[in-house]
C-alpha cells in the first residue's frame, strides 16, 4: 500500500505554494543587494561630506590665524 501512485502524489496547492515561496526567495535577493549597496554609498557620501567639512573648518581656521599675523606684522613696525 505504501507504493501505491495514490500515496505518491502532491496535492497542487502544495505545489503552488512551494513554488511561489521559492520564486519569492529568488525575487527578494537583488532588492536586498541593492538596499545594501545604496546604503553602503550613502554611509561613504556622508562621509565624505563629514570630512569636507571638517577640512574646511581646519582651513578656516587657518586663514584666520595667517590673517592675524599678517595684520600684527603690518601695524608693529
Do not use: R
Request: aromatic content about 4%.
Amino acid at each position: 500500500m505504501a507504493d501505491s501512485p495514490e500515496n505518491n502524489t502532491v496535492a497542487p496547492q502544495i505545489t503552488d505554494a512551494i513554488t511561489q515561496t521559492n520564486v519569492k526567495v529568488l525575487a527578494e535577493a537583488p532588492a536586498m543587494a541593492m538596499g545594501s549597496l545604496y546604503q553602503s554609498m550613502s554611509n561613504s557620501i556622508a562621509m565624505a561630506a563629514a570630512n569636507q567639512v571638517y577640512a574646511q573648518q581646519q582651513s578656516n581656521i587657518s586663514f584666520q590665524a595667517t590673517t592675524t599675523i599678517g595684520v600684527k606684522s603690518l601695524l608693529n613696525p
